[in-house]
Protein backbone atom coordinates (compact mmCIF):
# COMPACT_ATOMS: atom_id res chain seq x y z
CA UNK A 1 0.00 0.00 0.00
CA UNK A 2 1.72 3.27 -0.88
CA UNK A 3 1.58 6.52 1.32
CA UNK A 4 -1.38 8.10 -0.35
CA UNK A 5 -3.67 4.98 -0.14
CA UNK A 6 -2.98 4.86 3.21
CA UNK A 7 -3.92 8.40 3.64
CA UNK A 8 -7.03 8.09 1.65
CA UNK A 9 -7.72 5.19 4.03
CA UNK A 10 -7.14 6.86 7.46
CA UNK A 11 -9.12 10.02 5.74
CA UNK A 12 -12.01 7.99 4.63
CA UNK A 13 -11.99 6.10 8.49
CA UNK A 14 -12.08 10.00 10.43
CA UNK A 15 -15.54 10.77 8.12
CA UNK A 16 -16.94 7.96 8.84
CA UNK A 17 -16.08 8.25 12.27
CA UNK A 18 -17.16 12.17 12.40
CA UNK A 19 -20.10 10.70 10.58
CA UNK A 20 -20.82 8.76 12.99
CA UNK A 21 -20.68 10.86 16.28
CA UNK A 22 -22.39 13.56 14.60
CA UNK A 23 -25.33 10.46 14.27
CA UNK A 24 -24.39 9.70 17.57
CA UNK A 25 -24.36 12.21 19.57
CA UNK A 26 -27.70 14.24 19.38
CA UNK A 27 -29.11 10.58 20.27
CA UNK A 28 -27.53 11.00 23.65
CA UNK A 29 -29.42 13.66 25.62
CA UNK A 30 -32.65 11.02 24.39
CA UNK A 31 -31.00 7.72 25.72
CA UNK A 32 -30.13 9.68 29.03
CA UNK A 33 -33.32 10.70 28.60
CA UNK A 34 -35.09 7.55 28.38
CA UNK A 35 -32.99 5.91 31.00
CA UNK A 36 -33.12 8.73 33.76
CA UNK A 37 -36.73 10.09 32.57
CA UNK A 38 -38.23 13.21 31.35
CA UNK A 39 -36.80 16.10 32.72
CA UNK A 40 -32.78 15.53 33.29
CA UNK A 41 -31.49 17.08 30.07
CA UNK A 42 -32.74 20.65 30.05
CA UNK A 43 -34.51 21.63 26.36
CA UNK A 44 -33.73 25.19 26.27
CA UNK A 45 -36.95 25.78 24.20
CA UNK A 46 -39.14 23.94 26.31
CA UNK A 47 -38.47 25.48 29.01
CA UNK A 48 -38.64 28.72 27.96
CA UNK A 49 -42.06 27.80 26.89
CA UNK A 50 -42.39 26.45 30.13
CA UNK A 51 -41.73 29.39 31.80
CA UNK A 52 -43.82 31.77 29.38
CA UNK A 53 -47.04 29.74 29.48
CA UNK A 54 -46.44 29.74 33.18
CA UNK A 55 -47.30 25.55 33.02
CA UNK A 56 -45.91 25.56 37.08
CA UNK A 57 -48.37 28.32 38.15
CA UNK A 58 -48.79 31.72 37.66
CA UNK A 59 -45.63 33.81 37.90
CA UNK A 60 -45.03 37.43 37.03
CA UNK A 61 -41.81 39.18 35.68
CA UNK A 62 -40.54 42.50 35.97
CA UNK A 63 -41.71 45.22 33.77
CA UNK A 64 -41.77 48.77 33.59
CA UNK A 65 -45.40 48.87 33.31
CA UNK A 66 -46.94 50.01 36.40
CA UNK A 67 -50.10 48.49 36.38
CA UNK A 68 -52.30 45.67 37.99
CA UNK A 69 -50.78 42.08 36.36
CA UNK A 70 -48.87 44.32 33.94
CA UNK A 71 -45.80 42.28 34.51
CA UNK A 72 -47.60 39.00 33.39
CA UNK A 73 -46.75 37.75 29.82
CA UNK A 74 -49.52 35.39 29.75
CA UNK A 75 -52.52 34.52 31.95
CA UNK A 76 -52.73 31.10 32.66
CA UNK A 77 -56.07 30.77 33.85
CA UNK A 78 -57.36 32.56 31.53
CA UNK A 79 -57.44 29.42 28.68
CA UNK A 80 -59.42 27.60 32.02
CA UNK A 81 -61.48 30.42 31.81
CA UNK A 82 -62.18 30.55 27.90
CA UNK A 83 -62.72 26.62 27.94
CA UNK A 84 -65.57 26.99 31.36
CA UNK A 85 -67.31 29.86 28.93
CA UNK A 86 -67.54 28.06 25.55
CA UNK A 87 -67.48 24.15 26.98
CA UNK A 88 -70.18 25.15 30.06
CA UNK A 89 -71.82 27.74 30.49
CA UNK A 90 -72.97 28.75 26.92
CA UNK A 91 -74.16 25.15 26.23
CA UNK A 92 -75.44 23.92 29.70
CA UNK A 93 -77.03 27.70 29.91
CA UNK A 94 -78.75 27.32 26.75
CA UNK A 95 -80.40 24.19 27.54
CA UNK A 96 -81.31 24.86 30.61
CA UNK A 97 -83.06 28.44 29.61
CA UNK A 98 -84.74 26.17 26.39
CA UNK A 99 -85.37 23.29 29.11
CA UNK A 100 -87.47 25.78 31.55
CA UNK A 101 -89.13 27.54 28.42
CA UNK A 102 -90.60 24.28 27.02
CA UNK A 103 -91.58 22.76 30.47
CA UNK A 104 -93.83 26.09 31.03
CA UNK A 105 -95.15 25.45 27.33
CA UNK A 106 -95.82 21.99 28.29
CA UNK A 107 -97.35 23.22 31.70
CA UNK A 108 -99.37 26.03 29.98
CA UNK A 109 -100.84 22.73 27.31
CA UNK A 110 -101.45 20.15 30.34
CA UNK A 111 -102.58 22.84 32.85
CA UNK A 112 -103.34 25.94 31.10
CA UNK A 113 -104.37 29.37 32.61
CA UNK A 114 -105.14 28.68 36.08
CA UNK A 115 -108.57 30.09 36.18
CA UNK A 116 -110.56 31.97 39.29
CA UNK A 117 -112.52 28.95 40.11
CA UNK A 118 -115.06 31.04 41.99
CA UNK A 119 -115.05 33.69 38.76
CA UNK A 120 -114.80 37.37 39.78
CA UNK A 121 -116.93 38.67 43.15
CA UNK A 122 -116.04 42.04 42.46
CA UNK A 123 -115.49 42.55 45.45
CA UNK A 124 -111.04 43.88 45.92
CA UNK A 125 -108.60 43.55 48.53
CA UNK A 126 -105.88 45.84 48.87
CA UNK A 127 -102.05 44.02 48.25
CA UNK A 128 -99.65 46.36 47.02
CA UNK A 129 -99.26 49.70 48.30
CA UNK A 130 -97.77 52.16 45.34
CA UNK A 131 -94.28 52.32 46.46
CA UNK A 132 -93.82 48.48 46.22
CA UNK A 133 -95.51 48.01 43.14
CA UNK A 134 -92.83 51.08 41.81
CA UNK A 135 -89.79 49.43 43.48
CA UNK A 136 -91.11 45.76 41.75
CA UNK A 137 -91.58 47.55 38.33
CA UNK A 138 -88.07 49.38 38.56
CA UNK A 139 -86.54 46.24 39.54
CA UNK A 140 -88.28 44.56 36.55
CA UNK A 141 -87.62 47.09 33.94
CA UNK A 142 -83.75 47.19 35.03
CA UNK A 143 -83.57 43.31 35.05
CA UNK A 144 -85.13 42.42 31.22
CA UNK A 145 -82.96 45.41 30.38
CA UNK A 146 -79.88 43.32 31.59
CA UNK A 147 -80.97 40.15 30.60
CA UNK A 148 -81.92 40.90 27.20
CA UNK A 149 -78.20 42.66 26.76
CA UNK A 150 -76.79 39.86 28.32
CA UNK A 151 -78.17 37.27 26.79
CA UNK A 152 -77.05 39.46 23.30
CA UNK A 153 -73.52 39.02 24.76
CA UNK A 154 -73.56 35.71 25.77
CA UNK A 155 -75.65 33.53 22.86
CA UNK A 156 -75.94 36.61 20.23
CA UNK A 157 -72.88 35.11 18.12
CA UNK A 158 -74.77 31.81 17.61
CA UNK A 159 -78.62 33.18 17.38
CA UNK A 160 -77.86 36.46 16.21
CA UNK A 161 -75.10 36.59 13.27
CA UNK A 162 -77.43 34.24 11.38
CA UNK A 163 -79.83 36.73 11.33
CA UNK A 164 -78.33 39.83 11.21
CA UNK A 165 -75.09 38.84 9.42
CA UNK A 166 -71.90 40.21 10.94
CA UNK A 167 -72.27 43.24 10.64
CA UNK A 168 -75.88 43.80 12.21
CA UNK A 169 -74.56 41.39 14.99
CA UNK A 170 -71.08 43.91 15.73
CA UNK A 171 -73.39 47.03 15.77
CA UNK A 172 -75.87 45.11 18.20
CA UNK A 173 -73.24 43.55 20.60
CA UNK A 174 -71.84 47.13 20.79
CA UNK A 175 -74.75 48.80 21.45
CA UNK A 176 -76.11 45.71 23.70
CA UNK A 177 -72.29 46.17 26.01
CA UNK A 178 -72.93 49.60 26.28
CA UNK A 179 -76.48 49.58 27.57
CA UNK A 180 -75.40 46.22 30.05
CA UNK A 181 -72.57 48.26 31.81
CA UNK A 182 -74.09 51.49 32.01
CA UNK A 183 -77.58 50.14 33.63
CA UNK A 184 -75.48 47.63 35.57
CA UNK A 185 -74.91 49.45 38.28
CA UNK A 186 -78.51 50.60 38.85
CA UNK A 187 -79.23 47.12 39.65
CA UNK A 188 -78.07 47.07 43.36
CA UNK A 189 -80.07 49.99 43.87
CA UNK A 190 -83.27 48.24 42.84
CA UNK A 191 -82.05 45.19 44.89
CA UNK A 192 -81.52 47.22 47.91
CA UNK A 193 -85.26 48.72 47.50
CA UNK A 194 -86.79 45.37 46.72
CA UNK A 195 -85.55 43.99 50.21
CA UNK A 196 -86.30 47.06 52.26
CA UNK A 197 -90.27 47.16 51.34
CA UNK A 198 -90.77 43.36 50.34
CA UNK A 199 -88.90 41.67 53.32
CA UNK A 200 -91.92 41.44 55.83
CA UNK A 201 -93.71 38.73 55.25
CA UNK A 202 -90.69 36.59 53.63
CA UNK A 203 -89.49 34.57 56.28
CA UNK A 204 -90.14 30.42 55.57
CA UNK A 205 -92.68 28.63 57.97
CA UNK A 206 -94.33 25.14 57.91
CA UNK A 207 -97.45 26.68 56.38
CA UNK A 208 -94.60 26.81 52.76
CA UNK A 209 -92.98 23.38 53.82
CA UNK A 210 -97.07 22.20 53.08
CA UNK A 211 -97.65 24.56 50.29
CA UNK A 212 -94.76 23.01 48.52
CA UNK A 213 -96.14 19.42 49.23
CA UNK A 214 -99.14 19.94 47.57
CA UNK A 215 -97.27 21.54 44.36
CA UNK A 216 -98.26 24.88 45.12
CA UNK A 217 -102.28 24.52 44.54
CA UNK A 218 -101.17 24.40 40.80
CA UNK A 219 -102.42 21.01 40.06
CA UNK A 220 -106.64 20.41 39.61
CA UNK A 221 -107.84 19.42 42.84
CA UNK A 222 -105.40 20.11 45.55
CA UNK A 223 -106.00 23.47 46.66
CA UNK A 224 -102.39 24.64 48.92
CA UNK A 225 -103.16 26.86 51.79
CA UNK A 226 -100.63 30.15 52.21
CA UNK A 227 -100.56 33.24 54.11
CA UNK A 228 -99.60 37.10 52.52
CA UNK A 229 -96.56 35.12 50.37
CA UNK A 230 -97.00 31.59 49.51
CA UNK A 231 -94.07 29.07 49.41
CA UNK A 232 -93.26 29.81 45.55
CA UNK A 233 -93.12 33.88 46.00
CA UNK A 234 -90.99 33.77 49.27
CA UNK A 235 -88.51 31.47 47.35
CA UNK A 236 -88.82 34.10 44.39
CA UNK A 237 -88.07 37.13 46.65
CA UNK A 238 -84.87 34.86 48.65
CA UNK A 239 -83.73 34.01 45.24
CA UNK A 240 -83.66 37.59 44.50
CA UNK A 241 -81.93 38.76 47.68
CA UNK A 242 -79.39 36.13 47.31
CA UNK A 243 -78.83 35.98 43.31
CA UNK A 244 -79.53 39.94 43.30
CA UNK A 245 -76.54 40.38 46.05
CA UNK A 246 -73.78 37.86 43.49
CA UNK A 247 -74.79 39.53 40.82
CA UNK A 248 -74.75 43.25 41.67
CA UNK A 249 -70.93 41.98 43.28
CA UNK A 250 -69.74 40.25 40.60
CA UNK A 251 -71.01 42.86 37.85
CA UNK A 252 -68.97 45.78 39.72
CA UNK A 253 -66.03 44.02 39.79
CA UNK A 254 -66.25 43.37 36.15
CA UNK A 255 -67.71 47.09 35.49
CA UNK A 256 -65.51 48.78 37.40
CA UNK A 257 -61.74 47.36 36.80
CA UNK A 258 -60.02 50.73 39.21
CA UNK A 259 -59.90 49.18 42.20
CA UNK A 260 -56.50 46.70 41.73
CA UNK A 261 -58.58 43.86 40.98
CA UNK A 262 -56.20 41.47 38.77
CA UNK A 263 -57.14 39.32 35.63
CA UNK A 264 -57.77 36.19 38.30
CA UNK A 265 -60.34 37.93 40.46
CA UNK A 266 -62.05 39.12 37.08
CA UNK A 267 -62.55 35.21 35.49
CA UNK A 268 -64.37 34.19 38.54
CA UNK A 269 -66.11 37.15 38.87
CA UNK A 270 -67.24 36.48 35.29
CA UNK A 271 -67.94 32.50 35.90
CA UNK A 272 -70.06 33.88 39.00
CA UNK A 273 -71.97 36.39 37.39
CA UNK A 274 -72.56 34.21 33.90
CA UNK A 275 -73.89 31.19 36.27
CA UNK A 276 -76.05 32.97 38.26
CA UNK A 277 -77.33 35.16 35.57
CA UNK A 278 -78.17 31.93 34.06
CA UNK A 279 -80.41 30.67 37.03
CA UNK A 280 -81.82 34.34 37.84
CA UNK A 281 -83.22 34.18 34.21
CA UNK A 282 -84.10 30.92 34.14
CA UNK A 283 -86.18 31.34 37.62
CA UNK A 284 -87.72 34.84 36.45
CA UNK A 285 -89.41 32.66 33.70
CA UNK A 286 -91.68 30.59 35.77
CA UNK A 287 -92.04 34.15 37.95
CA UNK A 288 -93.20 36.27 34.84
CA UNK A 289 -95.24 33.28 33.49
CA UNK A 290 -97.41 32.58 36.28
CA UNK A 291 -97.59 36.28 37.71
CA UNK A 292 -99.05 37.76 33.72
CA UNK A 293 -100.19 35.23 31.35
CA UNK A 294 -100.10 31.70 33.44
CA UNK A 295 -103.08 32.60 36.27
CA UNK A 296 -106.40 34.99 36.24
CA UNK A 297 -106.11 37.77 38.57
CA UNK A 298 -102.86 37.52 39.21
CA UNK A 299 -100.82 40.34 37.77
CA UNK A 300 -103.56 43.10 39.02
CA UNK A 301 -102.02 42.57 41.84
CA UNK A 302 -98.95 44.35 40.39
CA UNK A 303 -100.87 47.12 38.05
CA UNK A 304 -103.72 48.10 40.04
CA UNK A 305 -102.60 47.07 44.15
CA UNK A 306 -105.83 45.45 44.27
CA UNK A 307 -106.87 41.78 43.89
CA UNK A 308 -110.14 40.22 43.61
CA UNK A 309 -111.11 38.65 46.56
CA UNK A 310 -112.14 35.09 45.32
CA UNK A 311 -108.36 35.40 43.83
CA UNK A 312 -107.38 35.86 47.55
CA UNK A 313 -109.47 33.34 48.89
CA UNK A 314 -107.98 30.62 46.55
CA UNK A 315 -104.61 31.56 46.34
CA UNK A 316 -103.90 33.12 49.52
CA UNK A 317 -106.79 31.62 51.94
CA UNK A 318 -104.85 32.37 55.28
CA UNK A 319 -104.42 36.29 54.63
CA UNK A 320 -107.61 36.68 52.93
CA UNK A 321 -109.38 35.40 56.54
CA UNK A 322 -106.97 38.29 58.25
CA UNK A 323 -108.29 40.65 55.60
CA UNK A 324 -111.72 39.31 55.94
CA UNK A 325 -111.62 39.81 59.69
CA UNK A 326 -110.02 43.26 59.35
CA UNK A 327 -112.56 44.80 57.19
CA UNK A 328 -110.84 44.72 54.39
CA UNK A 329 -112.53 42.95 52.20
CA UNK A 330 -114.49 44.97 49.22
CA UNK A 331 -112.60 48.52 49.92
CA UNK A 332 -113.58 50.42 47.16
CA UNK A 333 -110.24 51.86 45.00
CA UNK A 334 -110.64 55.38 45.74
CA UNK A 335 -108.06 57.57 44.97
CA UNK A 336 -108.13 59.45 47.94
CA UNK A 337 -108.69 56.11 50.11
CA UNK A 338 -106.01 54.57 48.82
CA UNK A 339 -103.37 57.33 48.69
CA UNK A 340 -104.70 57.28 52.59
CA UNK A 341 -104.20 53.87 53.00
CA UNK A 342 -100.25 53.97 51.80
CA UNK A 343 -99.70 56.98 53.77
CA UNK A 344 -97.67 58.64 51.25
CA UNK A 345 -99.02 61.79 51.92
CA UNK A 346 -98.58 63.15 55.36
CA UNK A 347 -101.63 64.40 56.38
CA UNK A 348 -100.99 65.96 59.19
CA UNK A 349 -102.06 70.11 59.45
CA UNK A 350 -104.01 69.59 56.58
CA UNK A 351 -107.39 68.84 55.91
CA UNK A 352 -108.38 69.13 59.76
CA UNK A 353 -110.12 71.96 61.79
CA UNK A 354 -106.57 72.61 63.55
CA UNK A 355 -104.65 73.17 60.50
CA UNK A 356 -106.34 76.27 59.47
CA UNK A 357 -105.88 77.86 62.39
CA UNK A 358 -102.60 77.15 62.62
CA UNK A 359 -102.27 78.38 59.06
CA UNK A 360 -103.85 81.59 59.53
CA UNK B 1 -76.72 57.80 3.69
CA UNK B 2 -78.92 58.04 6.22
CA UNK B 3 -76.54 59.64 8.76
CA UNK B 4 -76.07 62.29 6.78
CA UNK B 5 -79.53 63.32 6.47
CA UNK B 6 -80.17 63.30 10.23
CA UNK B 7 -76.89 64.88 10.60
CA UNK B 8 -77.07 67.99 7.93
CA UNK B 9 -80.92 68.46 6.98
CA UNK B 10 -83.10 67.30 9.31
CA UNK B 11 -80.90 68.51 12.58
CA UNK B 12 -80.81 71.90 11.38
CA UNK B 13 -84.97 71.65 10.67
CA UNK B 14 -85.33 70.41 14.20
CA UNK B 15 -82.67 73.22 15.78
CA UNK B 16 -84.96 75.90 13.83
CA UNK B 17 -88.13 74.26 15.11
CA UNK B 18 -86.54 74.18 18.97
CA UNK B 19 -85.61 77.64 18.86
CA UNK B 20 -88.16 79.37 16.94
CA UNK B 21 -90.66 77.39 19.02
CA UNK B 22 -89.22 77.80 22.14
CA UNK B 23 -88.67 81.57 21.39
CA UNK B 24 -92.34 82.13 20.50
CA UNK B 25 -93.79 80.22 23.50
CA UNK B 26 -91.71 82.25 25.77
CA UNK B 27 -92.62 85.52 23.74
CA UNK B 28 -96.33 84.62 24.11
CA UNK B 29 -95.81 84.10 27.99
CA UNK B 30 -94.08 87.31 28.36
CA UNK B 31 -96.87 88.89 25.86
CA UNK B 32 -99.71 88.09 28.29
CA UNK B 33 -98.26 90.72 30.87
CA UNK B 34 -98.94 90.98 34.56
CA UNK B 35 -102.33 92.25 35.95
CA UNK B 36 -102.40 96.03 37.25
CA UNK B 37 -101.90 95.91 40.87
CA UNK B 38 -103.76 99.14 41.92
CA UNK B 39 -102.70 98.20 46.14
CA UNK B 40 -99.52 99.70 46.96
CA UNK B 41 -96.99 96.93 46.88
CA UNK B 42 -95.93 96.10 50.58
CA UNK B 43 -92.42 95.16 49.79
CA UNK B 44 -90.51 94.98 46.28
CA UNK B 45 -91.17 92.59 44.07
CA UNK B 46 -87.47 91.47 43.14
CA UNK B 47 -86.67 90.28 46.37
CA UNK B 48 -89.75 87.76 46.40
CA UNK B 49 -89.45 86.53 43.15
CA UNK B 50 -85.93 85.60 43.89
CA UNK B 51 -87.30 83.77 47.12
CA UNK B 52 -89.65 81.94 45.73
CA UNK B 53 -87.31 80.86 42.88
CA UNK B 54 -85.07 78.85 45.56
CA UNK B 55 -87.81 77.72 48.19
CA UNK B 56 -89.64 76.07 45.02
CA UNK B 57 -86.98 73.84 44.66
CA UNK B 58 -88.03 72.27 47.77
CA UNK B 59 -90.91 70.83 48.80
CA UNK B 60 -93.25 73.10 51.02
CA UNK B 61 -93.57 72.49 55.17
CA UNK B 62 -96.33 69.30 55.17
CA UNK B 63 -95.43 68.12 51.99
CA UNK B 64 -92.05 66.86 52.52
CA UNK B 65 -93.34 63.23 53.71
CA UNK B 66 -95.44 62.88 50.98
CA UNK B 67 -92.93 64.36 47.80
CA UNK B 68 -89.80 63.06 49.12
CA UNK B 69 -89.95 60.23 46.18
CA UNK B 70 -90.28 62.83 43.96
CA UNK B 71 -88.25 65.08 45.50
CA UNK B 72 -85.50 62.26 45.41
CA UNK B 73 -85.93 60.38 42.00
CA UNK B 74 -86.91 64.17 40.34
CA UNK B 75 -83.42 65.63 41.46
CA UNK B 76 -81.95 62.61 40.32
CA UNK B 77 -83.05 62.72 37.45
CA UNK B 78 -82.75 66.01 36.16
CA UNK B 79 -79.25 67.00 37.75
CA UNK B 80 -77.97 63.69 35.93
CA UNK B 81 -79.52 64.69 32.92
CA UNK B 82 -77.92 68.22 32.89
CA UNK B 83 -74.69 66.45 33.38
CA UNK B 84 -75.11 64.16 30.69
CA UNK B 85 -76.55 67.14 28.09
CA UNK B 86 -73.61 69.76 29.24
CA UNK B 87 -70.99 67.78 30.33
CA UNK B 88 -70.80 64.07 28.54
CA UNK B 89 -67.89 64.19 26.16
CA UNK B 90 -69.24 63.57 22.60
CA UNK B 91 -71.45 66.02 23.72
CA UNK B 92 -68.79 68.39 24.47
CA UNK B 93 -67.28 67.70 21.35
CA UNK B 94 -71.01 67.91 19.06
CA UNK B 95 -71.38 71.37 20.57
CA UNK B 96 -68.04 72.88 20.42
CA UNK B 97 -67.73 71.70 16.43
CA UNK B 98 -71.69 72.28 15.46
CA UNK B 99 -72.91 74.66 17.92
CA UNK B 100 -70.80 77.15 19.26
CA UNK B 101 -67.57 76.63 17.90
CA UNK B 102 -65.58 76.14 21.50
CA UNK B 103 -65.81 73.83 24.13
CA UNK B 104 -65.31 73.19 27.96
CA UNK B 105 -63.86 70.07 30.12
CA UNK B 106 -66.00 67.14 30.13
CA UNK B 107 -66.66 65.24 33.28
CA UNK B 108 -64.52 61.79 33.57
CA UNK B 109 -65.78 58.47 32.79
CA UNK B 110 -66.83 57.73 35.91
CA UNK B 111 -68.88 60.67 36.55
CA UNK B 112 -70.93 60.26 33.20
CA UNK B 113 -71.68 56.61 34.19
CA UNK B 114 -72.80 58.04 37.99
CA UNK B 115 -75.12 60.89 36.01
CA UNK B 116 -76.45 58.73 33.60
CA UNK B 117 -76.88 55.94 36.14
CA UNK B 118 -78.96 58.70 37.89
CA UNK B 119 -80.67 60.03 35.04
CA UNK B 120 -81.81 56.60 33.91
CA UNK B 121 -83.23 55.45 37.84
CA UNK B 122 -84.98 58.86 38.26
CA UNK B 123 -86.88 58.74 35.11
CA UNK B 124 -87.86 55.43 35.63
CA UNK B 125 -88.81 55.99 39.11
CA UNK B 126 -90.66 59.17 38.43
CA UNK B 127 -92.50 57.81 35.78
CA UNK B 128 -93.77 54.63 37.44
CA UNK B 129 -94.93 56.67 40.27
CA UNK B 130 -96.44 58.68 37.72
CA UNK B 131 -98.34 55.40 36.58
CA UNK B 132 -98.58 53.48 39.64
CA UNK B 133 -99.92 56.13 41.90
CA UNK B 134 -104.10 56.76 41.77
CA UNK B 135 -103.70 60.58 41.62
CA UNK B 136 -100.79 60.84 39.85
CA UNK B 137 -102.52 58.33 37.16
CA UNK B 138 -105.55 60.39 36.81
CA UNK B 139 -103.57 63.57 36.73
CA UNK B 140 -101.84 62.62 34.15
CA UNK B 141 -102.33 63.34 30.28
CA UNK B 142 -101.20 61.89 27.01
CA UNK B 143 -98.15 64.81 26.65
CA UNK B 144 -96.72 63.70 30.24
CA UNK B 145 -96.29 60.28 29.21
CA UNK B 146 -94.88 61.17 25.57
CA UNK B 147 -92.38 63.47 27.05
CA UNK B 148 -91.07 60.98 29.37
CA UNK B 149 -91.33 58.27 26.70
CA UNK B 150 -89.15 60.16 24.09
CA UNK B 151 -86.91 61.55 26.17
CA UNK B 152 -85.87 57.90 27.55
CA UNK B 153 -85.69 56.59 23.89
CA UNK B 154 -83.17 59.59 23.52
CA UNK B 155 -81.00 58.68 26.06
CA UNK B 156 -81.34 54.84 25.76
CA UNK B 157 -79.85 55.55 21.86
CA UNK B 158 -77.55 57.66 23.18
CA UNK B 159 -76.64 55.17 25.50
CA UNK B 160 -76.24 52.41 22.59
CA UNK B 161 -74.03 54.75 20.41
CA UNK B 162 -71.56 55.23 23.15
CA UNK B 163 -69.09 53.05 21.69
CA UNK B 164 -69.30 55.08 18.80
CA UNK B 165 -67.54 53.06 16.17
CA UNK B 166 -71.22 52.29 14.43
CA UNK B 167 -72.95 55.06 12.07
CA UNK B 168 -75.83 53.51 12.09
CA UNK B 169 -75.96 53.66 16.19
CA UNK B 170 -74.92 57.46 16.11
CA UNK B 171 -77.67 57.91 13.42
CA UNK B 172 -80.02 56.35 15.52
CA UNK B 173 -79.74 58.44 18.52
CA UNK B 174 -79.32 61.72 16.47
CA UNK B 175 -82.80 60.84 15.05
CA UNK B 176 -84.54 60.67 18.38
CA UNK B 177 -82.70 63.68 19.69
CA UNK B 178 -84.09 65.53 16.53
CA UNK B 179 -87.72 64.07 17.39
CA UNK B 180 -87.54 65.08 21.12
CA UNK B 181 -86.72 68.39 19.88
CA UNK B 182 -89.23 69.34 17.16
CA UNK B 183 -92.03 68.01 20.38
CA UNK B 184 -89.90 70.26 22.81
CA UNK B 185 -91.70 73.68 21.73
CA UNK B 186 -95.42 71.60 21.60
CA UNK B 187 -95.14 69.85 24.88
CA UNK B 188 -94.67 70.41 28.74
CA UNK B 189 -90.91 70.02 28.43
CA UNK B 190 -91.08 73.63 28.26
CA UNK B 191 -90.86 73.52 32.41
CA UNK B 192 -87.23 73.24 31.64
CA UNK B 193 -87.63 77.15 30.77
CA UNK B 194 -90.90 78.20 31.97
CA UNK B 195 -90.12 76.91 35.76
CA UNK B 196 -88.13 80.04 36.37
CA UNK B 197 -90.33 82.63 35.04
CA UNK B 198 -93.47 81.00 36.82
CA UNK B 199 -91.64 81.12 39.87
CA UNK B 200 -90.46 84.43 39.82
CA UNK B 201 -93.72 85.84 38.87
CA UNK B 202 -95.54 84.11 41.40
CA UNK B 203 -93.11 85.51 44.05
CA UNK B 204 -92.77 88.98 42.90
CA UNK B 205 -97.01 88.85 42.86
CA UNK B 206 -97.22 87.47 46.42
CA UNK B 207 -94.32 89.74 47.64
CA UNK B 208 -95.87 93.08 46.29
CA UNK B 209 -99.05 91.62 48.80
CA UNK B 210 -96.51 90.97 51.42
CA UNK B 211 -96.99 87.06 51.55
CA UNK B 212 -94.37 85.08 51.41
CA UNK B 213 -94.95 82.43 48.62
Known sequence: MNKNAKKRTVMRRVLVLILSLVIILPLIPYAVALVDGPGAVPNPGAQLWNEVRQRDGASAGVSQVQAV??????????????????????????????????????????????????????????????????????????????????????????????????????????????????FGPIFPLAVVLMILLFLRGNSPNMVDVKWFAKAGGLLKGMPASSGYYNGGQKSWFWMVVVFGIAISGSGLVLNFPVFGQGREIMEWAHVVHGVVAILFITASLGHIYIGTIGMEGAIE???????????????????????EKAGMVGVAPNALEEVKRHDDIDFKGFGSPGAKQKEG | ????????????????????????????????????????????????????????????????????????????????????????????????????????????????????????????????????HPVMRRISTLDDHLAVILTFIAMFTGCMALFQHHDSLRAIHMLTVEVLMIYFPFSRLMHAFTFAISRSYTGAAMARKGINA
Open chain 1, 301 to 323: AMTQGYVDANWAKEHHDLWFAEM
Open chain 1, 69 to 182: DGSVFINPYGERWRQFRMQQLVPIGGWLLVGVTAFIALFRLIRGKVPLEGGRSGKLVPRFSVNQRVVHWFAGTIFVIEAVTGLVLLYGRFVLIPLLGPEGFSATAAASKEIHNL
Open chain 2, 1 to 132: MFLEFVEGPLWYIALTIFVVGVVLRLLDVFRSGVRTDLAPPRREGLGGALRTLVTRSWTAPGFTRGAAFHLVAGYMFHLGLFVLLFFAAPHVLFIEERLLGFGWTPVPYWAFILAANFAFAGLILVWLRRVM
